[in-house]
């Protein structure tokens, strides 16, 4: 067993709610998702992710898809992967949604940084999807970097980022558009953006 697959075992999750019960010290936890645990590995700049017991097979998904994206600066590098785990870099920086929950502004340059990441990983035969606030990331050193890419393999349309965008310039780039919004008010947001008649909504909006 090698050290990466020795730590991943420290990592206890229950079967039944997907509760964290315990983990190795050298670890600290950095993120919950809906199929996974994130964890920085302490003293290093590497983060490893512990898919949930029923998640496991998004493991190989999800590796398989980083390792088309490998060479690509705005996705993370591979370091070690398992049947339940991802170990990648570590990445110092703020979510979109936490830049919006802070009020950090997110830059048209960082909109169009996006835009190319995706672009690449569009050439590399995947369709960029499931692009959200919460995965896509401005560093400490003011880089674009996009991460949870389990989806790019799907076929169906994904219109979350372009809708992302339309609200970027419609909305939050205007001089005297709220830049600091609070945690609930995003979530509402996420949540009423999934009704059917909210992305009816916005499909009629980008025609106009």
Known sequence: MDAYQQLASTVNISN????????????????????????????????????????????????EIYLKLKGISYFPRIYAFGENYIV???????????????????????????????????????????????????????EVKLIDVARFNQTKNCSQWDDLKYVYHRFYSKRMFPKKIPTVILNTFAYFYRKPIITKAFNMAKTK
């Open 16 to 63: 039944k709610n997907n509760r964290l019960l315990s983990y190795d010290d050298s670890l600290t936890l950095i993120g919950t998702g809906r199929s996974a645990y994130v964890f920085r590995i302490k003293e290093s700049d590497q983060a490893i992710k512990i898919f949930f017991p029923e998640f496991r097979h998004i493991a190989k998904e999800e590796t």
């Open 88 to 142: 990648m870099d570590y990445i110092q920086g703020r979510t979109l949604f936490e830049c919006v929950n802070d009020g950090v502004a997110i830059k048209e340059s960082h909109v169009r940084e996006i835009d190319y990441a995706l672009e690449l990983a569009a050439g590399r035969g995947l369709n960029p999807s499931d692009i959200h606030l919460r995965n896509l990331f401005i560093t400490t050193n003011d």
